[in-house]
């Protein structure tokens, strides 16, 4: 079955270490997201990506990096620098950025 | 700047009891809205995608509708699977990324 998924689903970090949360699509699609959610907000854009070798900013980048050395694969690091960093993270893909998205189970970041 | 408000916040119903949760938008050209269902700590799920105003789509016991301002989804007797968080999200014309609303959390009670 295409989907995409993301590991860890749960994820526990002691401050001032990075993490990397993965993300793996089998749908063949473009462009993927990360997401952040947190309880009574709206999810908020972290980065995207169109295409390979290539990202974006989103709203809320700093203390986040991506790579995207392959169309499947887009990972997310969470960096000593992102000063809240428990929440719930969500990532996405769509159809050359258009049309709904697809998205995965999340993984769930708790810093100690 | 675009904005998404979804209302109420939180909403519960008796089984067989109809409502309707509201999304209202504001975005310089609306390229599409789109409703999700979230279960709790799930990744959402795709339900419509609404283009133009006038337009509806239907899916079992849920029925989308799109204004120039706003997006109503319509739930006919529901039933406790019903039970949920939509989200709501608008995709601008001028730009890639979507804009999505809090939420709406429902309960429907046996």
């Known amino acids: 079955d295409g989907g995409i998924t993301q590991s860890p689903k749960y994820l526990f970090r002691k401050e001032g270490q990075n993490v990397t949360l993965s993300c793996e699509q089998n749908?063949?699609?473009?462009?993927m997201y990360w997401y952040r959610q947190d309880p009574g907000q709206g999810l908020r854009l972290i980065y995207y990506?169109?295409?390979?070798?290539?990202?974006q900013k989103g709203d809320i980048a700093e203390g986040y990096s991506v790579s995207r050395e392959k169309k499947e694969s887009f990972p997310l690091t969470v960096t000593s620098a992102q000063k809240n960093p428990t929440a719930f993270y969500l990532c996405?893909?769509?159809?050359?950025?258009?049309?709904?998205?697809?998205f995965g189970e999340g993984s769930r970041l708790t810093v100690l | 700047e675009d904005q998404v408000t979804q209302s109420p916040e939180a909403l519960r119903l008796q089984e067989g009891e109809s409502s309707s949760l509201n999304c209202s938008y504001t975005?310089?050209?609306?390229?599409?809205l789109f409703w999700y269902r979230q279960d709790p700590g799930k990744g959402p799920e795709f339900l419509f995608t609404?283009?133009?105003a006038g337009e509806e789509k239907e899916k079992e016991r849920l029925k989308a509708t799109l204004t120039k301002k706003e997006s109503f989804l319509h739930i006919t007797a529901p039933k406790p699977e019903d039970s949920a968080t939509y989200l709501c999200?608008?995709?601008?014309?001028?730009?890639?990324?979507?804009?999505f609303g809090p939420g709406t959390r429902l309960s429907v009670l046996p």
């Open positions: 999200a608008v995709q601008p014309v001028y730009g890639q990324n979507f804009v």
């Open positions: 749908l063949n699609h473009d462009a």
């Open positions: 990506s169109q295409i390979v070798n290539d990202f």
């Open positions: 609404l283009y133009s």
């Open positions: 996405a893909s769509n159809e050359q950025g258009r049309g709904e998205l697809f």
């Open positions: 975005v310089s050209g609306l390229r599409g």
